[in-house]
Nanobody, 120 residues
């Protein structure tokens, strides 16, 4: 059974940082591109970032480029999202997904999400 479990969310002040993690199990993690997506209150899903299966190629939404960094450890079956210079508009539920290297590519499994709130 494919499982994706996010952690690391919380409440942070504007300008602060958080690192999200996603522990993957039930499939061969190193065979798949991975991604992060988010959903803000009363808004649709927004693709945030994707990383290829080897970890050396990444893509970012314009809204987070230069502030967020996606990475992965295939040895630990874990996906990460380092978020710096956080803004109130980054407040959302963050999900990791299997697939989704680019905004247009397919994602077939999702985690349950972790909440990030940016507020003073």
């Amino acid at each position: 059974e494919v499982q994706l479990v996010e952690s690391g969310g919380g409440v942070v002040q504007p300008g602060g940082s958080l690192t999200l993690s996603c522990a993957a199990s039930g499939f061969t993690f190193s065979n798949y591109d991975m991604s992060w997506v988010r959903q803000a209150p009363r808004k649709g899903l927004e693709w945030v970032s994707g990383i290829n299966k080897w970890g050396f190629e990444t893509n970012y939404a314009d809204s987070v480029k230069g502030r967020f960094t996606i990475s992965r450890s295939n040895a630990k079956n874990t996906l990460y999202l380092q978020m710096n210079s956080l803004k109130p508009e980054d407040t959302a539920q963050y999900f990791c997904a299997r697939g989704g290297f680019k905004v247009s590519t397919t994602r077939d499994y999702w985690g349950q999400g972790t909440q990030v709130t940016v507020s003073s």
